[in-house]
């Protein structure tokens, strides 16, 4: 049995966001396949629910320039120092912008394990970035560095 909501959000990346499927099933097809394959109903609920709130997210009218970032000390818990740097070193080369930033820190920060991994934040920061409208080329290098890892480690 599959244990945590990291692996429906990668279940339904691989299987509808990343395939050449052009009409996703409703949320009740979805439940019912994502049970079929092995996850409880706490983590989907819980995966539909993470999404959900992401849809949420109104875009700002304006946007800033590269600003300076503070963790608090909560974040610093969840987040190791390389999760904090990760997400520092991608905006630092625009694959995250400051609004894109704090999706992601939010996001993981809604995580309910108590430490999130490099691997899981670089998922929550692909995910972030499909929700967001003209993103493409920064989806593609999330993607090229999440796939060229697991290439490397296979190789």
Same mark, same amino acid.
């Given at each position: 049995?599959?244990e945590? *909501?990291?692996?429906v959000?990668?279940?339904?990346?691989e299987?509808? %966001?990343?395939?050449d499927?052009?009409?996703i099933?409703?949320?009740? *097809?979805?439940q #019912?396949?994502?049970?079929?394959a +092995?996850f409880?109903s +706490?983590n989907?609920?819980? /995966?539909f629910e993470?999404?959900d *709130?992401?849809? &949420?997210?109104?875009?700002?009218?304006f946007? #800033?320039?590269?600003?300076f970032r503070i963790f608090?000390?909560e974040?610093?818990h969840?987040?190791?120092?390389?999760c904090?740097?990760f997400?520092?070193?991608?905006? !630092?080369?625009d694959? &995250?912008? !400051?609004?894109?930033?704090e999706? %992601?820190?939010?996001?993981?920060? /809604?995580?309910?394990?108590?430490?999130?991994?490099?691997?899981e934040?670089?998922? %929550?920061?692909l995910?972030v970035?499909l929700?967001?409208? +003209?993103?493409e080329?920064?989806?593609?290098?999330?993607?090229n *560095?999440i796939?060229?890892? /697991?290439? /490397?480690?296979?190789?």
């Amino acid at each position: 049995m599959n244990e945590d *909501i990291f692996d429906v959000l990668i279940y339904l990346f691989e299987n509808y %966001v990343d395939s050449d499927i052009d009409i996703i099933p409703d949320t009740d *097809i979805l439940q #019912t396949e994502l049970k079929a394959a +092995g996850f409880n109903s +706490g983590n989907i609920s819980k /995966a539909f629910e993470w999404l959900d *709130i992401l849809a &949420l997210h109104e875009e700002p009218t304006f946007k #800033t320039a590269h600003n300076f970032r503070i963790f608090c000390a909560e974040e610093c818990h969840k987040l190791d120092m390389e999760c904090r740097n990760f997400i520092l070193f991608l905006q !630092s080369i625009d694959i &995250l912008d !400051s609004v894109s930033r704090e999706l %992601v820190i939010d996001r993981a920060m /809604a995580i309910e394990n108590k430490h999130i991994s490099i691997e899981e934040l670089k998922w %929550v920061t692909l995910i972030v970035l499909l929700s967001q409208p +003209g993103e493409e080329l920064a989806i593609a290098h999330m993607e090229n *560095i999440i796939y060229q890892e /697991a290439s /490397a480690l296979l190789n």
